[in-house]
């Protein structure tokens, strides 16, 4: 059985958020990124204790969307949030 | 300076010569390629011509007075130097005022506004001679950038041809302020309006000089400044416009300042 990915947040991110926005900066790389309302609230809640569809269902409530046509941009936001290195490599990310 | 050689060239004999006394310190026989040329008016033609300082092409200061010139190439090179230090943030922003009133305008701006002229004065906004601002780790507030430079310590009132009271709408921070509002370009933007303090805030980081020395701390002061500010973006495009739109920002800040006074 696949257990689903529980993203995760790295902890040593320099996070300032502005008016339901945010700014990121990653101190490993020196890349800063900001991230609109919708990628924020993602942020916020990849704590490693949700999957993506848990976390698209509590943007869905946030948002007031549907949650089908939010768990599309709820994933792409993780993948990127992957690809740029922003979340733990380790501890969500198991496949059993 | 460091293990960086730097070559600056000027048209002026009796410039370089200051440019000998103010860097001495710093002098080598190493050969570079000019990174600096200042083109200085030495009166040849008929009326004023402004004296200039380039940054390869780009112009990064233009003043009736060679003073102001002298000043920005010293704050300039001083500007290599800020990365390493952790005794405040240090920003690629200028800081204009009307007034008591700041705005922090990116550094590309200070140099595009100073070809509008008399314009500026008549518009009632300074320009700053530095095109980098220090910003207090405690308070957020812009502060005078220190003297970095081991230059001796009355030359810069030795320039040549310096002339103070030429008219020209540039000056130095000499106390503490705090920023009133913060201006951002953004392509494509044909008008100003007010903007995203995120966004602001991103901008002001990707131009801190020494973020990774500071890191979080950084992030954190940068993050006070724009809540504590009005955040505007503009994206129009001739110097005329963009002077329009600064204007439209100090008054802006103007007008507030005075409804909270008489709130």
Redesign the interface.
């Known amino acids: 059985m696949t257990r689903a990915q529980r993203p995760r947040v790295r902890d040593d991110l320099h996070v300032v958020e502005l008016d339901g926005e945010a700014v990121v900066y990653d101190e490993a790389t020196g890349d800063l990124h900001h991230l609109n309302a919708v990628a924020t609230v993602v942020l916020d809640l990849c704590d490693g204790s949700a999957t993506a569809r848990e976390v698209a269902q509590d943007v869905a409530a946030a948002f007031d969307e549907a949650p089908p046509d939010v768990e599309r941009h709820v994933r792409r936001c993780i993948r990127e949030f992957r690809s740029v290195g922003l979340l733990e490599r380790s501890g969500g990310d198991r496949r059993g | 300076m460091g293990e960086t050689t730097i070559g600056i060239r000027t048209t002026s004999p009796a410039f370089g010569a200051w440019l000998d006394r103010a860097l001495g310190a710093y002098r080598t026989e190493t050969a570079a390629d000019p990174e600096y040329s200042i083109v200085i008016d030495e009166g040849a033609g008929r009326g004023r011509r402004f004296n200039v300082l380039y940054q390869g092409v780009g112009v990064v200061s233009r003043a009736l007075d060679p003073g102001v010139v002298a000043r920005s190439l010293l704050t300039e090179l001083e500007a290599r130097l800020l990365h390493e230090r952790d005794d405040a943030v240090y920003i690629h922003y200028g800081l204009a005022m009307s007034g008591a009133t700041t705005a922090l305008i990116p550094a590309w701006l200070v140099s595009y506004l100073a070809g509008t002229g008399r314009r500026l004065s008549r518009a009632g906004i300074t320009l700053p001679v530095a095109r980098w601002v220090r910003l207090d780790t405690g308070s957020g507030v812009a502060t005078p950038l220190p003297r970095v430079l081991e230059v001796p310590g009355d030359v810069i009132h030795q320039v040549p041809g310096a002339a103070p009271d030429s008219g020209d709408a540039y000056d130095d921070l000499s106390e503490a302020r705090p920023v009133d509002a913060v201006v951002t370009y953004v392509e494509g933007m044909d008008t100003i309006a007010g903007g ?4 602001a ?2 901008h002001l ?2 131009r801190t000089a020494n ?2 020395t500071l ?2 701390s950084a ?2 002061v ?2 006070g400044v ?2 504590r500010a009005h955040c505007f973006e503009t994206g129009l495009g001739r110097p005329q416009q963009m002077l329009a739109a600064l204007e439209a920002v100090f008054q802006h800040e103007k007008t507030h300042a005075l409804v909270e006074e008489n709130a």
């Open positions: 995203s303090r995120s966004r805030a991103y980081a990707e973020l990774r890191g979080g992030m954190a940068l993050g724009v809540e």
